[in-house]
C-alpha cells in the first residue's frame, strides 16, 4: 500500500475516531472541540510511525527535539491549558452557577492537592491585581514581601529564580498559568533526558525510557517537585559543558548560567528535598570532574566558583535583605520552626512504588504520601554491589556506579536507622524527614538501575541463573508488597497483589538476568506503566473561568475596584474560600497565613499560653460569636478562630463572606449589612458604630 493512502486512511481514522470517543464515552457532556483536536494531535503523531520510516522519523524527533518541544509548548500555552485542580471550586464556591467552561477536558480534579489549588495558584493569581510588586497587601491583608515566603513572581531581579512564573510578566493571566503549569515539566523531561544521555554514554533508548520515568513518575506528579530535580540536573549538564569548553567567553556565559540554576536551586526553600538531593548532584560533579579531567584545572575551577557565586549572591541576597524579617519569624514558628531529624522512619515509603501506580485510578487516604518513584527498589542496590565487586576481581574502577550505591545505601540507613544527633547535624540530613528522604534514595536506585543496565548488560544467558533470578524476584516483590500491605491495609487488596505479581515478578527477573535485549523489554514494560499512572493525575483544564467567571468573584472585582484598601475576611466557609477571595484582588486577613500575622493577634490580645497555637504556618477558619474571642488548633496547619462579633472592628475588616446570616450578630457596637446574596454566598458590608 502507498504512503498516500495510508496516509489517507489513518488521517480518516484520526478523525473518526474521537468523534466517536465523544458520542459514546462523553455522550452526558457537550462535544468538546480541545478534547477532539488533543486527541487528533496525538493519534496523528501515532499513526504516522505507521506511515512514514521509523527510524527515519525517530532521527528527526531527536535532532530536532528542541524545536518541537517548543512548538508543543507553544501550542499547549496559547491554548491556554493546565493540569490544575482548579476547577473543584466549582464545587465549593456557588455550585449552584456551574462554570461549564471550567470543566475538566480529560480526568478529575483532585482534592487532595489543596495545596496547589487551594493555595499556591489563588495566591500566585494574587500578583495579577498587586501589579506583580515585591510587597503584597492582598495575602494576609498586610504589607509584606513576597519574594521569599511565599515566593511568588515581581518585577524584580527575584524573578530569575522562579523561571516558571516569568510568563505572568508578558502574557495574558490563562495564557502565563499555562505557562508556569507546563513549564517545569518540560524542563524536567529534557533536563533528565540530557543527564542521561550524560550518564549512558549517549544510550538514547535508556536517556529516553529515562527521562519519561522521572518526569511521570507518581513521586514528582504528586508532589510537583519537578524544579529541585530540574535545576540540580541543568547544573550538572552546563558543568559537563563547561568543563569541556575552550573559549573563554563561553566559560563565562556557562559560568553565569549555573549561577542562576544555583540561585534556583537555592531558592527552592525545602531543605527536605535541597539537602538529600544535593549530596546527589555534588558526587555527580565529582563524577564529571573525573570523566573531565584533562579539561578540569584549579584556573577553571576558580572561575566557575567566583562568577556563580557573584550571580548567585546578586539574585538571592537582595531578597533574604528585604525578607529577613520574615525569615526570622518563620525560624521561630511552632509550625514549621526549625526543624531537626534524626532519622530511623518511613523506610516502608521506599516500597510505597507497588502501590502508587494505582493512586490515579483508586482512591487512597493521601495518594501524595503514598507516591514513589518506580525504581525497583531495592534490586539496583543489590546489582550495584554486585557490579561493585566484580569490578574489584577485575581491577575495573567505575566511580559513578559505586558513588550511587554508597548514597542509595546511606539514605536507606537514614531510613532504616535513628542516627546519633551529631552524625544528624554534620552529615546535614537533620534539615530532611526520612518520610521526604525516601523518595530520593528512590530517585538516586533509578539512576543506579539505568547505569547498571545500560553498562553492564550481557549477552549470553545462562539457564541456571533464569531460576535462580525467578526466585529471588519472586521473593523481592513479595516482601514490598507485604511491607505495604501492613503500611496500608484497607489499600492493598487481593486485585494490586495479583497485577503487583504479574507486572514486578517478570520485570525484576529480566533486570536481574540483565540481558541487552531483555532489559529493553523490561525498561519498556516499566516506562509504560510509569506513564500509566502518572499521566492521570492531574486533569487537563483550560482557562480561570471559575476563578474569574463565578457571580461572587465578579461582585468581589467590583467592589474592591471602589474599595481597594479594604479588609475582607471569610465566616463560616468551606477551607480555602479566603484563597478565592485573594484571587480575585481582595485583601483578605484570614487568606493562608504563611507565617503568623502577629499585627492582627496582637490586637486580638490573646492569653499568652495561646501564642503556640496561632504562632504557625495556618489556614484560618473564623467562626462569628458572641463570647469571647478564642483560638483552637484544629489540625497541625489549620486554626479555627472563633471571633467575638464586635472583635470584627478591631480588626479592621470591612466585609465578611459567608454561608451563614450575620444579621443575629449586630450589637451597639457592630453592624452587618447584607449586600450580595446569590447562590447561597453571602457578602456583608460591616458598620462600626462605636
Known amino acids: 500500500m502507498s504512503k498516500q493512502k495510508k496516509a489517507f486512511i489513518f488521517s480518516s481514522l484520526a478523525i473518526i475516531f474521537p468523534i466517536l470517543v465523544e458520542k459514546f464515552i462523553f455522550y452526558n457532556e457537550a462535544f468538546s472541540f480541545d ?19 521509523r527510524k527515519k522519523e525517530l532521527e528527526f524527533i531527536y535532532k530536532k527535539r528542541y524545536i518541537l518541544g517548543i512548538c508543543l509548548f507553544a501550542f ?9 485542580s482548579i476547577s473543584i471550586y466549582n464545587q465549593i464556591i456557588e455550585p ?39 510587597k503584597s497587601s492582598i495575602l494576609m491583608a498586610t504589607d509584606n514581601n513576597v519574594t521569599l515566603y511565599p515566593k511568588i513572581v515581581a518585577r524584580t531581579l527575584s524573578a530569575i529564580s522562579i523561571p516558571n512564573q516569568l510568563g505572568f510578566l508578558f502574557l495574558p493571566t490563562e495564557q502565563a498559568f499555562s505557562f508556569s503549569w507546563f513549564f517545569g515539566y518540560f524542563l524536567l523531561f529534557f533536563a533528565s533526558f540530557e543527564l542521561l544521555m550524560i550518564i549512558t554514554q549517549k544510550n538514547k533508548f535508556y536517556s529516553l525510557l529515562g527521562s519519561l520515568l522521572i518526569t511521570f513518575s507518581p513521586a514528582v506528579q504528586w508532589w510537583e517537585f519537578w524544579n529541585v530535580l530540574a535545576y540540580g540536573e541543568i547544573a550538572m549538564i552546563l558543568f559537563n559543558f563547561y568543563l569541556k569548553e575552550k573559549n573563554k567567553v563561553k566559560e563565562i556565559l556557562y559560568s553565569i548560567g549555573i549561577g542562576i540554576i544555583g540561585a534556583c536551586y537555592i531558592m527552592c526553600l525545602y531543605p527536605a528535598w535541597q539537602v538529600p538531593y544535593g549530596f546527589l548532584f555534588l558526587l555527580l560533579a565529582i563524577w564529571i570532574m573525573k570523566q573531565n579531567k584533562e579539561d578540569c584545572n584549579l584556573k577553571k575551577m576558580l572561575l566557575l566558583i567566583t562568577v556563580a557565586i557573584a550571580v548567585i549572591c546578586a539574585i538571592i541576597i537582595p531578597i533574604f535583605l528585604n525578607s529577613y524579617d520574615i525569615y526570622l519569624t518563620i525560624t521561630n514558628t511552632a509550625y514549621p520552626g526549625k526543624r531537626f531529624m534524626t532519622g530511623g522512619d518511613g523506610w516502608q515509603n521506599l516500597f510505597n512504588y507497588f502501590s502508587s501506580i494505582f493512586n490515579t485510578y483508586k482512591e487512597s487516604s493521601n495518594a501524595s ?16 554491589l554486585y557490579y561493585w565487586h566484580q569490578n574489584r576481581k577485575k581491577y575495573k574502577k567505575d566511580f559513578l556506579l559505586v558513588a550511587l550505591t554508597c548514597l542509595a545505601i546511606l539514605l536507606t540507613v537514614w531510613n532504616y536507622v535513628e542516627l546519633p544527633e551529631f552524625l544528624a547535624k554534620i552529615s546535614l540530613l537533620s534539615f530532611s524527614t526520612p518520610n521526604r528522604c525516601s523518595l530520593v534514595a528512590s530517585f538516586v536506585c533509578l539512576l543506579l538501575l539505568i547505569v547498571c543496565l545500560s553498562r553492564y548488560s550481557e549477552k549470553n544467558i545462562k539457564y541456571t541463573v533464569k531460576f535462580q533470578n525467578f ?21 492493598i487488596d487481593n486485585s494490586i497483589i495479583i497485577i503487583d505479581l504479574l507486572l514486578y515478578v517478570p520485570v525484576i527477573f529480566l533486570v536481574l538476568i540483565n540481558h541487552a535485549k ?13 506513564v500509566f499512572s502518572g499521566i492521570g493525575v492531574h486533569p487537563l483544564n483550560k482557562g480561570l473561568d471559575v476563578v474569574y467567571e463565578k457571580p461572587i468573584a465578579k461582585e468581589v472585582q467590583k467592589i474592591n475596584e471602589n474599595d481597594k484598601d479594604a479588609t475582607w475576611a471569610t465566616v463560616e466557609t468551606v477551607p480555602y474560600v479566603q484563597n478565592y477571595l485573594v484571587a480575585n484582588g481582595a485583601h483578605t486577613l484570614n487568606s493562608t ?6 499585627k492582627m493577634w496582637d490586637k486580638l490580645d490573646l492569653p499568652s499560653e495561646l501564642e503556640n497555637i496561632y504562632n504557625r504556618y495556618s489556614h484560618i477558619n473564623i467562626n462569628i460569636t458572641n463570647s469571647k474571642t478564642t483560638v483552637s488548633l484544629k489540625y497541625e496547619d489549620q486554626l479555627n478562630l472563633e471571633l467575638n462579633s464586635s472583635d470584627v472592628c478591631l480588626l479592621g475588616i470591612d466585609y465578611l463572606v459567608t454561608e451563614d446570616e450575620l444579621n443575629s450578630y449586630d450589637n451597639n457596637q457592630v453592624t452587618f449589612n447584607n449586600i450580595y446574596d446569590k447562590y447561597s454566598m453571602k457578602i456583608y458590608s460591616v458598620r462600626c458604630n462605636s
Open 35 to 53: 478534547r477532539f483536536l488533543l486527541l487528533f494531535l496525538v493519534l496523528i503523531f501515532a499513526f504516522s510511525f505507521l506511515v512514514f520510516d
Open 76 to 84: 499547549l500555552v496559547i491554548m491556554g491549558y493546565h493540569g490544575s
Open 96 to 134: 449552584e452557577y456551574n462554570i461549564e467552561s471550567s470543566k475538566p477536558i480529560l480526568g478529575q480534579e483532585r482534592v487532595i492537592r489543596g495545596d496547589e489549588w487551594g493555595v499556591s495558584t489563588p495566591t500566585l493569581l494574587s500578583q495579577v491585581y498587586n501589579d506583580f510588586n515585591e
Open 369 to 384: 504520601e503514598m507516591a514513589q518513584f518506580i525504581s525497583l527498589y531495592p534490586v539496583p542496590i543489590i546489582m550495584g
Open 471 to 491: 526466585i529471588i524476584a519472586f521473593l523481592l516483590v513479595w516482601l514490598g508488597i507485604y511491607v505495604v500491605k501492613v503500611h496500608y491495609p484497607d489499600y
Open 518 to 530: 531483555l532489559n529493553k523489554i523490561a525498561f519498556l514494560v516499566l516506562t509504560l506503566a510509569t
Open 593 to 598: 497565613n504563611f507565617y503568623p500575622n502577629l
